[in-house]
């Protein structure tokens, strides 16, 4: 009897197909008036053996039925958690939230690049004025009146005295004077220059210029070049060497013009660099000393270096732009190209 | 500069160096060539003779010509209209390469049934550019001039075989406009021999004219005078060197003017002595309203600048510019009077720019001409002319003697960073035509009289490593002690601002300062504008004195480009309060976060221009309490005066925000156009709080909402401040989670809905305590501002 209840409950849970169902045939056979719980309910009839052979065989019965109940249990819950999860399926390639990501101008990101590098080699980041005087940026930077260098650069003005500086030099003078006469300096300046040039793809009437100075008493035109060249380095790759070509600057003597080997052919010669392989990217030289002189420093004891350079040439070559009036037009569609971390 | 390669090797031994590598050497050197080309093109060119030519049998416009050039006749279909018999031509036979033809290998072809062996050419298709011919060379094919030898090569026997050099100049070598000068540089580079000409002539008598300098402009001044000549065409080949120079060749005297001129770098000006009324010459400055007809047949009015020749009592040329017609030569000239002159380059430059006259010659004299070179490009003219000058009147003619320059050894090592044998840098001066002289480790150089640039010792050191070579300079990195500069206040805060304005989404814009009053008007206070004196246009006049100006600009041209949703800020100096400032402008239009089937797009509005205000603000440590905002004067120019807010600090203003003007943005079609501008240069002035730790509570905060029936006339942050006031500080936060607006509430109510952050942080508060609390608040809510419970 007791093994066909066996045979009648296990086919039971072996038909039953959800927890719940599960869940009532449990209390069907344990509960109060279970089947298994009625087996042992008139035992007060039986004799002491008889009880302890039914109560051992109930036992038994009740241990093996818990664990088919207990298997299928675990079969069902995973049965659950797989139908689940094919009922949860989503389509993974629904786009996700756009989030809302700024962009800094290419110019700011050219411009913070190669601060961060000079600022890795010791040089302090300092900013002038953009509305100066003709003292400043012309005649301390040895560049007087009627000199022929004051045609290379026309310059705005808004009195006989006052200008738009038409380069940073001007920041030259004000920090050597700051720190006249012995002390050192290693500076860059970074900032907005004018020209009283009319805008097409190559000229700006207003651009964006990094100067450098070094000033000490042993500061040579081989540090100036070692300086450029961890600069090129840093800026256009690993591989760019830069080569010196003699120039001339009111304010510095000798003076060079800096060329990088070309980013996109490396020198082999491309329509980029106009099949020189070479690429103008800054002027720099010896500080004339004249401007050390004029600014408070002995020029037979001290001496530097001083460069400068066109932020948007940089950024123009770095990122391919053939066109400066692209910077100026702000149009959102150019300004989020330029979104990527470096 | 436009340099003959050929007429430079007259005066250097450029030992066959390839004009190309010629090109490379001079720009390494700072002479910087932007073109080499040949002056022609074209391989296996002959002269030939046209002896028989007849109509083609079966095309109107073809020539049939049998063209002799040496060894055999050719038969040549020629499609020139200019073609006949018995002309010498420049001929292509067939395998001749000619890259400026339309065909550049000539084949031989059959042409309607006669047979074509080769080409004459035109100068077109030797590659002659159509500036250098005249209408009828244009038109048809080289016709020469007289015999040459037949079959010779035809390049070289007519002196095509040339390459001219374009040299950009940096102003400080403006000795280079003279060939010699050039001459004596690449001597110098090539390390070659300069061959040396005598660049002053014979004493003379003294001519027949008196000079009288009565302006300093004119530094020196000589006539020279010249008689029994004959005004005769060029050669050939003289022709060819002047076109390949830039001139247009006339007849000699002119011709060989213009070539003195280029070799010496001293511009001449010829007067036709038969034409001279006087024999007085003055050099004065010009009196107002005086008019001059020059020899280009226009006449010209003349200012106290400008700078006179002046004979008799007539004007016979604008110093250095131009000569008068009435003074001029012309072919029938027999006598002139050549004038070879210094002015001051200033004085010329400047009445040259003013009328618009830039010549061969006025630009040389805006340059520094060598003042002591002035008799080189007459003795060029007797050789060319072939005639002796007769007589000479010169004032102030200065004999060059070179200022000596020191320059030690250890000096030149100190500047460049190597060292380069003394010996080697004395030789690199030798070179360059500079005497030197030597004492021990030092060095005293004596620049050529062409070389004004060379004035002081770190010159010296240029040249001697520009000829040494920049690639030689083994690079080092400067060694100093270096001082800590740590960035400026108003430096860190526009950093940080970029940072992180870049982070809540916005785009940074950097527009241009120069603008003009009639678009600064719209977003200016003050309106008191730096002004330019010399602006480039109307656009750009003035230093602008606001950031809003630009940005609506900029907003509305991306608007154009269908951008609707905009997120900018711009970061730049403007002129305020007599002085430059640094201030930010934030615009915001359309969505600020784009939606899409995940989540509803966010529209840019106050609150949102708001909070990012804010949400900075209290990034860099100035928190809402010390940031206050307060409404904007009723008649705001250009905000909508009810969405609009000054930001404050210490009862300062420091910047404002809100919609733009609903007149405005009518205008401009810019519905809901959030902007900002605020003065960073005033923010920077105040310190932020910065970081500390402040405790952490482990007791758990409650929350309690409360729903409020509030009078439309109360502002929320009375009823915050209300409700944070005198707790204790157990209200740690209050947030307002809704409002609502409608007919059921009282009149002239709206209902907000409250969230209090309540907490203690040293023990837990009892439902008591909290209740007490709450009551408390709800009390003072009624009794200060009208508030009850909405049930």
């Excluded at chain 1, 600022?119 to 040895?142: C, R, T």
């Excluded at chain 2, 015999?147 to 940096?170: M, V």
């Excluded at chain 2, 000479?392 to 060292?419: C, D, M, Q, S």
């Excluded at chain 2, 304005?501 to 719209?522: C, H, M, P, V, W």
Aim: charged share 25%.
């Amino acid at each position: 009897m007791i093994s066909e209840l066996k045979q009648e409950l296990t086919n039971m849970i072996n038909d039953v197909n959800s927890l719940n169902d599960l869940q009532n045939i449990k209390v069907s056979i344990f509960g109060k008036k279970g089947r298994i719980t009625l087996l042992t309910k008139d035992m007060k009839d039986k004799t002491i053996e008889e009880r302890r052979q039914i109560g051992q065989e109930v036992h038994q019965l009740k241990e093996y039925i818990e664990i088919i109940i207990k298997q299928k249990e675990l079969f069902l819950i995973e049965k659950k958690i797989n139908d689940d999860i094919n009922n949860e399926a989503i389509d993974i390639y629904l786009p996700g939230m756009e989030f809302n990501s700024g962009t800094l101008h290419p110019l700011t990101i050219t411009r913070n690049e190669i601060e961060s590098f000079f600022n890795s080699l010791g040089f302090a980041v300092i900013e002038g004025n953009e509305i100066e005087s003709d003292e400043y940026n012309f005649e301390k930077m040895n560049i007087p009146k009627d000199h022929p260098a004051r045609d290379m650069q026309d310059t705005f003005y808004f009195s006989v005295e006052e200008l738009l500086r038409t380069h940073t030099s001007p920041m030259q003078a004000r920090t050597m004077e700051a720190n006249a006469p012995d002390g050192p300096i290693r500076v860059i300046v970074p900032g907005k220059t004018y020209r009283r040039d009319e805008d097409d793809l190559t000229h700006s009437h207003q651009f964006m210029q990094i100067e450098g100075l070094v000033i000490d008493k042993n500061i040579s035109l081989a540090d100036l070049k070692g300086t450029l060249e961890l600069f090129a380095k840093n800026i256009f790759g690993s591989n760019t060497k830069i080569r010196f070509r003699p120039s001339y600057f009111p304010f510095t003597e000798p003076s060079v013009e800096v060329d990088v080997t070309c980013h996109v052919c490396h020198g082999q010669g491309c329509s980029v660099c106009k099949q020189t392989g070479w690429i103008e990217i800054l002027g720099a030289g010896q500080v004339h000393p004249n401007v050390i002189d004029n600014c408070g420093y002995d020029s037979n004891v001290y001496q530097g270096f001083a460069f400068g350079m066109g932020v948007e040439r940089v950024a123009m070559i770095k990122y391919g732009i053939d066109d400066i009036r692209l910077f100026y037009n702000n149009n959102l569609n150019f300004l989020k190209q330029f979104d990527k971390i470096k | 500069m436009i340099v003959s390669y050929k007429l430079l090797n007259k005066y250097v031994d450029l030992k066959g160096i390839d004009p190309f590598e010629l090109g490379d050497i001079l720009t390494n050197a700072g002479l910087e060539v932007e073109n080499v080309r040949a002056l022609a093109q074209g391989s296996d060119l002959v002269i030939g003779y046209v002896k028989e030519a007849y109509p083609h049998p079966n095309s109107d416009k073809l020539t049939v010509c049998l063209t002799d050039v040496g060894n055999e006749t050719l038969k040549i279909c020629c499609g020139a209209k200019n073609v006949g018999q018995d002309m010498y031509v420049i001929v292509a036979r067939p395998g001749c390469q000619l890259d400026y033809a339309k065909v550049p290998v000539i084949k031989k072809v059959t042409l309607g049934g006669v047979e074509s062996n080769g080409m004459i050419c035109s100068l077109s298709e030797i590659g002659i550019p159509s500036k250098f011919q005249t209408h009828e060379q244009l038109a048809g094919i080289e016709v020469l001039d007289h015999e040459y030898q037949l079959g010779a090569e035809a390049l070289k026997t007519l002196g095509y075989n040339d390459f001219i050099l374009d040299i950009s100049l940096t102003p400080n070598r403006s000795d280079i406009y003279s060939i010699y000068a050039l001459a004596i540089e690449v001597a110098g580079l090539l390390n070659t021999t300069l061959f040396d000409v005598e660049q002053n002539i014979e004493q003379k008598q003294e001519g027949l004219y008196h000079i009288n300098i009565e302006s300093e402009d004119c530094l020196s001044y000589g006539l020279f005078t010249f008689t029994n000549l004959n005004a005769q065409e060029g050669s050939y080949e003289n022709k060819i060197m002047l076109y390949a120079l830039g001139f247009k060749p006339r007849f000699n005297i002119v011709d060989d003017g213009n070539m003195a001129m280029v070799i010496s770098g001293n511009p001449v000006h010829t007067f036709d002595a038969d034409k001279l009324k006087s024999k007085k010459f003055i050099i004065k400055k010009g009196l107002e309203e005086e008019h001059f007809l020059a020899l280009d047949d226009k006449e010209y009015q003349i200012t106290k600048d400008d700078l006179l020749i002046i004979n008799g009592d007539e004007i016979v040329a604008i110093a250095g510019v131009i000569g008068s017609k009435s003074s001029c030569i012309d072919e029938n000239t027999k006598n002139i009077v050549v004038e070879s002159a210094a002015f001051s380059h200033v004085s010329v430059r400047n009445t040259a720019r003013r009328l618009d006259l830039f010549s061969e010659a006025s630009v040389r004299f805006s340059k520094i001409v060598n003042s002591y070179t002035l008799e080189f490009p007459i003795k060029i003219m007797e050789e060319l002319l072939n005639v002796k000058c007769d007589a000479i009147n010169k004032v102030n003619y200065l004999k060059y003697e070179a200022k000596p320059i020191k320059l030690t050894h250890e000096k030149i090592t100190k500047v460049l960073g190597i060292t380069i044998a003394f010996e080697e840098c004395v030789a690199i001066l030798r070179r360059l035509s500079f005497k030197v002289e030597i004492e021990d480790s030092t060095l005293i150089a004596y620049p050529p009289s062409y070389r004004k640039d060379v004035e002081i010792d770190v010159d010296l050191i240029e040249e001697i490593i520009r000829v040494y070579g920049y690639e030689n300079i083994i690079a080092s990195l400067p060694l100093q002690e270096i001082n800590d500069h740590p960035l400026s206040n108003i430096q860190t805060l526009v950093n940080h601002t970029k940072k992180l304005l870049n982070d809540f989404g916005l785009n940074e814009i950097i527009t241009y300062q120069l603008s003009n009053a009639r678009k600064l008007d719209q977003f200016s206070l003050e309106k008191n504008y730096k002004e330019l004196y010399n602006p480039l246009n109307n656009e750009r006049m003035i230093y602008r004195d606001n950031l809003l100006t630009s940005l609506v600009e900029c907003i509305e041209y991306n608007k154009s480009y269908q951008i609707n949703d905009q997120q900018l800020f711009e970061i730049s100096h403007v002129f305020v309060d007599n002085k430059e400032k640094t201030y930010l402008s934030l615009g915001l239009i359309g969505n600020y976060y784009q939606g899409n089937w995940h989540n509803q797009a966010l529209k840019a509005d106050f609150y949102i221009m708001k909070a990012l205000i804010f949400d900075w603000l209290a990034k860099l440590g100035f928190y809402y309490g010390r940031v206050l905002i307060e409404p904007v004067a009723k008649d705001h120019p250009f905000l909508h005066p009810k969405k609009s807010a000054y930001i404050t600090m210490n009862k300062k203003i420091i910047g404002v925000f809100g919609q733009l003007h609903p007149r405005l943005a009518q205008e401009k079609k810019l519905n809901e156009c959030l902007i900002a501008q605020i003065d960073l240069s005033l923010l920077s002035t105040n310190k932020g709080r910065i970081n500390k730790y402040e405790g952490l509570s482990l007791i758990p905060s409650v929350y309690r909402d409360l729903s409020l029936i509030v009078p439309n006339d109360i502002y929320a942050n009375e009823i915050i401040k209300v409700v944070k006031q005198g707790n204790n500080k157990l209200i740690k936060d209050v947030k307002i989670f809704d409002l609502y607006y409608g007919q059921e509430l009282p009149e002239h109510t709206y209902s907000m809905a409250l969230s209090l952050e309540i907490g203690n942080d040293n023990e837990n508060l009892n439902e008591l305590e909290i209740n007490n609390l709450i009551n408390k608040v709800l009390k003072e809510l009624q009794n200060k501002l009208n508030i009850i419970l909405r049930n």
